[in-house]
């Protein structure tokens, strides 16, 4: 079975300043999806980025960037120019072959300090 | 486009009762999901339909937890008896079918089971 570890309960970053939030995997496919979600109060999951595995182009979405390292089995997710908007529950998760259903790993509660 | 619409938004009960939540995907929209998320960790799929046949329900408490979809739209998840562990925010999403075709989460209904 796939799993998502997030080592990072909690980050804080400065507003205008640059944060990376760490994410690592496990599993014995070759083909499959990352994901980056962002969970504000409101509780609706949104993606914020996506990357195939088998693209070797790290994925990137106006502020928001990743570090894609296969071999490694790591997913950073990097935001630039930190807005206060982007104060919010972050969640990675591993989208595989089973049936589409996704695996989330437990969070990093991201602060913005103005 | 419409999203997912999720109801009730939220629901208290006492253990023992019974609770139903309702789920309507994007219109066209032919897999369903429902995700368990206990508070302080990342969503964990319960269900999975296609149209309206199940895809995966491995990780559902079949003693006390079933969900259908009828005519391959709308669903339905229920609890009973409800225990005080089922307190969590139970999220649905839907999509066209891989991950590449927009995979889209509703705002949950949080349960309190008291």
């Known amino acids: 079975a796939q799993t998502v570890t997030q080592s990072q309960p909690e980050m804080s970053v400065q507003e205008a300043e640059t944060v990376t939030l760490s994410c690592t995997y496990d599993?014995?496919?070759?083909?499959?999806?990352l994901f980056w979600y962002k969970q504000p109060p409101s509780r609706q999951m949104i993606l914020v980025i996506r990357q195939e595995a088998y693209k070797q182009q790290n994925a990137t979405e106006n502020r928001f960037s990743v570090n894609f390292q296969k071999a490694a089995k790591s997913f950073s997710l990097k935001i630039s120019d930190s807005q206060l908007g982007d104060a919010a529950m972050y969640f990675c998760a591993y989208g595989g072959n089973a049936g589409n259903m996704l695996t989330f790993g437990g969070g990093t509660r991201l602060m913005v300090k103005p | 486009e419409a999203g997912v619409a999720q109801s009730p938004r939220y629901k208290i009960i006492e253990k023992r009762q019974s609770v139903a939540f309702w789920c309507n995907p994007i219109?066209?929209?032919?897999?369903l999901y429902w995700y368990q998320q206990i508070l302080g960790q990342g969503p964990k799929l319960l269900i999975q339909?296609?149209?309206?046949?199940?895809?995966?329900d491995s990780q559902l408490p079949k003693d006390r937890f079933s969900a259908e979809r009828l005519k391959g739209v709308d669903s339905t998840l229920k609890i009973q008896p409800a225990k005080l562990e089922d307190s969590a925010v139970y999220l649905c999403a839907s999509s066209l079918g891989g991950f590449g075709y927009g995979y889209t989460f509703g705002s949950g209904t949080r349960l309190t089971v008291v």
């Open positions: 599993t014995s496919e070759s083909d499959y999806y």
């Open positions: 219109s066209g929209h032919a897999t």
């Open positions: 339909f296609q149209n309206n046949g199940v895809v995966d």
